[in-house]
């Protein structure tokens, strides 16, 4: 049976996870704390972390230490959602009894699949004052998004949250490969699967990796950094990534969705 390398990418201490098998990620600006890994070193985007969050450590891990030659499974979690054993019966899951659920070993059923992705959740049916106040654009481009869920999409959630256009601003920028296909489906899906975690084969990860940054290196060229301010579009690079990844790996691999969890901390 294939080995299980989960990495858990944080800017906080996540005390919990020690004397587990997931390995630790450090993306903060303050110093990591002992035996935490870091992406400062070699050939690394750190600079860039304030816009790219997590997406910080993913580069630097398939730059400096992702290894083509294992036949292992590698995936990557964030400091409050994690992956979990399937089929639990216990919803009170937090800090203290974490290590109980926590996924450690690849599940039997995994054999038939090239990729695991987080469970999905649905953007549409959105409250009437809230597409007032932050959709109106789209409202007014389309009048049926008011009244039909349907039409509520990806494309209009990314609008209401990370800034109106920036989506097909970005699209502009994609290979031609993706570049249609990826709009229909952020025009016409109304769910995705989030928080830009992925468990694959190295060199699954290989390929998505390289996909994912030629396309946001290109994208520096419309958005750039100093610009960027603020929760919805500070971390745009990110929030592109996160839709990205859960339409490249539906069309690229043969995927399944697997359970995670919310932690809140006091961090």
Not at 81 to 93: D, H, P, S, V
């Amino acid at each position: 049976m294939k080995n299980l390398e989960i990495y858990c990418v944080t800017n906080k201490s996540v005390n919990f996870l020690d004397d587990t098998n997931y390995k630790i990620a450090w993306v903060g600006q303050e110093k990591a704390p002992k035996n935490y890994l870091t992406c400062d070193s070699g050939d690394n985007i750190f600079f860039k972390e304030k816009n790219y969050s997590e997406l910080t450590f993913h580069y630097w891990y398939w730059k400096n230490i992702l290894d083509l030659n294992k036949e292992n499974w590698i995936g990557f979690c964030q400091k409050r959602r994690f992956w979990l054993k399937k089929n639990l019966e216990e919803t009170n899951i937090n800090p203290l009894n974490i290590k109980n659920y926590l996924l450690d070993k690849v599940p039997n059923e995994w054999s038939s699949y090239e990729s695991i992705l987080c469970n999905p959740i649905n953007v549409n049916n959105v409250k009437k004052i809230k597409l007032i106040k932050r959709g109106l654009k789209s409202i007014l481009k389309n009048p049926n998004i008011f009244f039909d869920i349907n039409k509520q999409t990806l494309l209009l959630h990314f609008d209401m949250h990370h800034g109106y256009g920036n989506m097909e601003k970005a699209i502009d920028h994609l290979n031609k490969n993706d570049k249609y296909e990826f709009f229909e489906y952020v025009n016409k899906s109304t769910f995705y699967n989030p928080h830009i975690m992925f468990i694959s084969s190295p060199q699954i990860a290989n390929r998505w990796f390289n996909d994912l940054f030629s396309w946001l290196f290109k994208c520096e060229q419309t958005f750039g950094f100093d610009n960027l301010i603020g929760y919805d579009t500070q971390r745009l690079y990110a929030f592109l990534a996160e839709r990205y990844l859960s339409f490249w790996f539906k069309k690229y691999t043969k995927y399944l969705n697997w359970p995670w969890t919310f932690i809140e901390t006091k961090n």
